[in-house]
């Protein structure tokens, strides 16, 4: 069964930092493009970051450049979202979702993030509140 979970996610004051864990298990993700998406209370899902194993390629929002950074780890399995500098506009659900890559299906990263989604395996989230 494909599943992934997603962890790190909590209170943290305005300036902080979190890291996020997204752990896959009943695949590798050795082929796949792995985006973290979030979702604000009353707004519309949106892309955060994304990493794709099949080029290595990452794409990030603009809101978030330059504090938040994707990394994947292959022996575990997990994809890392690190988050500095956070806002009280960053407060969110924070999912991660999964899309195989090939030559005939690849997509790129900025296209995912650009989209807020178009991946078929995601995870059920984790909350982040960014308040004093």
């Known amino acids: 069964q494909l599943q992934l979970v997603e962890s790190g996610g909590g209170l943290v004051q305005p300036g902080g930092s979190l890291r996020l864990s997204c752990l896959a298990s009943g695949f590798s993700l050795d082929s796949y493009a792995i985006g973290w998406f979030r979702q604000a209370p009353g707004k519309e899902r949106e892309g955060v970051s994304c990493i794709n194993n099949y080029d290595g390629s990452t794409a990030y929002a603009d809101s978030v450049k330059g504090r938040f950074t994707i990394s994947v780890d292959n022996a575990k399995n997990t994809v890392y979202l690190e988050m500095n500098s956070l806002n009280p506009e960053d407060t969110a659900v924070y999912s991660c979702?999964?899309?195989?890559?090939?030559?005939?299906?690849?997509?790129?990263?900025?296209?995912?993030?650009?989209?807020?989604?178009?991946?078929?395996?995601w995870g059920k989230g984790t909350l982040v509140t960014v308040s004093s």
């Open positions: 979702a999964a899309e195989w890559q090939s030559p005939r299906t690849y997509y790129s990263c900025s296209g995912y993030v650009r989209r807020g989604g178009g991946m078929d395996y």
